[in-house]
T-cell receptor, first 115, second 112 residues
Framework: GAVVSQHPSRVICKSGTSVKIECRSLDFQATTMFWYRQFPKQSLMLMATSNEGSKATYEQGVEKDKFLINHASLTLSTLTVTSAHPEDSSFYIC???????????FGPGTRLTVL | QQPVQSPQAVILREGEDAVINCSSS?????VHWYRQKHGEAPVFLMILLKGGEQKGHEKISASFNEKKQQSSLYLTASQLSYSGTYFCGTERAWSGNTPLVFGKGTRLSVIA
């Protein structure tokens, strides 16, 4: 299957700082990538759809000014959590679709802990 | 609308079989199955498209009944490596790259 990488895999930061998470499709071009958040023992909740060259589409309840998404190229999308707070601590996962049937391949995830 | 998965959790001994169901109240175009191990990202298992097909590889297979808007994942002769949380993700229509809506997951534990 297609390979998607994420960086960093784990980050611990102080409250009020900003954190950038990168999502890369390594062996295919992804015009669309998706950002999910997963709290412990819960399902994946879609945060936003990232479109190359255009603005991201955010799900209801997700603050676009807090979770900045940039999809600068066909292989890279970034999620910046601005002014992070402890309640933003979570597992953030990106995915990219490859192939004609919308198979989605997930990155390894980034565990964010805000102190 | 989030699909409903059942059961929420199941414990199996090695070699036993299990069925995980995924139901939707809306018509579906496709159902995707993933397995996630603790602390890791979900791993794609298979996709089933509208048309009532059945797919599988090795001892894991799945079916999709579009009339019932339901998909089932079949795990036969389970192995320890099958442990994890299984999620179904659904699409209501094909329109290019669209996000999936995931169920709450079924936690499967296989014990020796």
């Amino acid at each position: 299957g297609a390979v998607v990488s994420q960086h960093p895999s784990r980050v611990i930061c102080k409250s009020g700082t900003s954190v950038k998470i990168e999502c890369r499709s390594l062996d295919f071009q992804a015009t669309t990538m998706f950002w999910y958040r997963q709290f412990p023992k819960q399902s994946l909740m879609l945060m936003a759809t990232s479109n190359e060259g255009s603005k991201a589409t955010y799900e209801q309840g997700v603050e676009k000014d807090k979770f900045l998404i940039n999809h600068a190229s066909l292989t890279l999308s970034t999620l910046t959590v601005t002014s992070a707070h402890p309640e933003d601590s979570s597992f953030y996962i990106c995915s990219a679709a490859s192939g004609g049937y919308n198979e989605q391949f997930f990155g390894p995830g980034t565990r964010l802990t805000v102190l | 609308q989030q699909p409903v998965q059942s059961p929420q959790a199941v414990i199996l001994r090695e070699g036993e079989d299990a069925v995980i169901n995924c139901s939707s109240s809306k018509a579906l175009y496709s159902v995707h199955w993933y397995r996630q191990k603790h602390g890791e990202a979900p791993v794609f298992l298979m996709i089933l498209l509208k048309g009532g097909e059945q797919k599988g590889h090795e001892k894991i297979s799945a079916s999709f009944n579009e009339k019932k808007q339901q998909s089932s994942l079949y795990l036969t002769a389970s192995q320890l490596s099958y442990s994890g949380t299984y999620f179904c993700g659904t699409e209501r229509a094909w329109s290019g790259n669209t996000p999936l809506v995931f169920g709450k997951g079924t936690r499967l534990s296989v014990i020796a």
